[in-house]
């Protein structure tokens, strides 16, 4: 997810030292693209169109558009919250990647089982998690609560691409 990483650290950039383009970034306008994006993002997860990379890329830039052009309202205006929640996702994204998706060829055949299992538990269901992220950003008096479902969509990003960058021989254990 390029996108998504170099957008945290724009974003952590912009807000951190007060750039011009901070009235942009948390403007309506940041607003309706984050929406689009989400929109769009779901329709091709739907058609499963593109790559899985660039649909939840795609998705998880779209919610962060929409968060920090409403979120900042409800915090004083050199909160950290908004300085260090992008970084915290783009840092997160970037270990997930190399810690897990690029080593995705080491997994050995019982993990790569319970992986399966584990992806294809509705609990875990892509969908629910869209939903639990776009419900977490209605959610302003719960600060905690969006950082925390956008953690579990990472994560089911890197469990969509590990299982998807196995084998289909691989895959029938």
């Known amino acids: ?6 957008l945290n650290l724009i974003i952590s950039f912009i807000v951190q030292t007060h750039y011009w383009l901070e009235s ?14 989400i929109i769009i993002s779901i329709l091709l997860m739907l058609a499963q169109k ?10 998880c830039s779209g919610v962060l558009l929409v968060w920090i ?3 900042p309202p409800f ?11 992008p970084l915290f996702f783009c840092f997160m994204t970037v270990l997930i990647n190399f810690l897990f998706i690029q080593q995705a060829s080491k997994i050995d055949s ?3 089982s319970y992986l399966i299992k584990f992806n294809n538990n509705l609990f875990f269901h892509t969908g629910v998690i869209i939903a639990a992220v776009i ?16 953690a579990i969509m990472i994560l089911k990003f890197a469990l969509v691409s590990i299982v998807n ?3 289909e021989k691989d895959l029938s254990l």
Do not use: A, K
């Open 135 to 150: 419900y977490s950003l209605t959610q302003t008096d719960n600060y905690r609560l969006f950082p925390n479902i956008m």
């Open 50 to 59: 593109l790559t899985i990379s660039n649909r939840y890329d795609l998705f």
């Open 165 to 167: 960058s196995i084998p």
């Open 1 to 6: 997810m390029p996108f998504f990483i170099c």
């Open 75 to 85: 915090f004083n205006p050199d909160s950290p919250v908004i300085f260090f929640y």
């Open 24 to 37: 942009i970034l948390m403007s309506v306008w940041s607003e309706y693209l984050g929406v689009t994006c």
């Open 69 to 71: 052009s409403t979120w």
């Open 110 to 112: 019982l993990t790569l």
